[in-house]
């Protein structure tokens, strides 16, 4: 069975700041996604990057890039120039080609500083 | 788009009566899923369909649960009689067009107290 597993409960870090979100999911599938959501206080989910295990290339939107290490089965979320609004709950989610099921991560709480 | 329509937002209801959750999807998406979000078990996937099929329903925690999908646009969630343990938001997804697009896009979802 697929697992996802985010160790970091909490993070914290200043306004402008660069910080990194851990993820790492256990599969036995070649051909899968990987995605990050956000959940402000609103409580809206917000997809936030998507990575095929295909691409060697990790994606990157905006202030928002991912270190994926598939060998390591590692998905890991930086935030560069952190901003006040990025305050929320980051979910990493897993999704293999087979299925139609997505497979949460239990969240890292993010607080960003002024 | 508009993206993922839930209604309603809030829903406050007594213990023993009916509670219908509706949504409507993404124009184009053909999947749909409906999750329940609480601090205990997370986000728990509940049904979902596709092409207006249910396709798993393993996640509906008993009878009480029971979910339509009448046509492409619209979706119901339905729990008779509520209990005050169902209290939890509850989000409806939706995916497509077709199996290779995986991403999911979450509507707003629906707070819902049973007291």
């Known amino acids: 069975a697929q697992t996802v597993t985010q160790s970091q409960p909490e993070m914290s870090v200043q306004e402008a700041e660069t910080v990194t979100l851990s993820c790492t999911y256990d599969t036995s599938e070649s051909n899968y996604y990987l995605f990050w959501y956000k959940q402000p206080p609103s409580r809206q989910m917000i997809l936030v990057i998507r990575?095929?295990?295909?691409?060697?290339q990790n994606a990157t939107e905006n202030r928002f890039s991912v270190n994926f290490q598939k060998a390591a089965k590692s998905f890991s979320l930086k935030i560069s120039d952190s901003q006040l609004g990025d305050t929320a709950m980051y979910f990493c989610a897993f999704i293999s080609y087979n299925t139609d099921k997505l497979i949460f991560g239990t969240g890292t709480r993010l607080q960003v500083f002024p | 788009d508009a993206g993922v329509i839930q209604s309603p937002r809030h829903e406050v209801t007594e213990m023993g009566q009916e509670v219908t959750l509706r949504c409507k999807p993404i124009s184009g998406h053909d999947y749909l899923f409906w999750y329940r979000q609480t601090m205990m078990r997370g986000l728990e996937l509940l049904i979902y369909?596709?092409?207006?099929?249910?396709?798993?329903d393993s996640g509906m925690p008993e009878d009480r649960f029971s979910a339509k999908m009448p046509n492409a646009s619209f979706s119901t969630l339905k729990i008779q009689p509520s209990e005050p343990r169902d209290s939890a938001v509850y989000f409806c997804a939706s995916s497509g067009p077709g199996q290779w697009n995986k991403e999911q896009y979450f509507g707003p979802g629906t707070r819902l107290t049973v007291t």
């Open positions: 369909f596709n092409n207006n099929v249910p396709i798993d």
């Open positions: 990575q095929e295990a295909y691409k060697q």
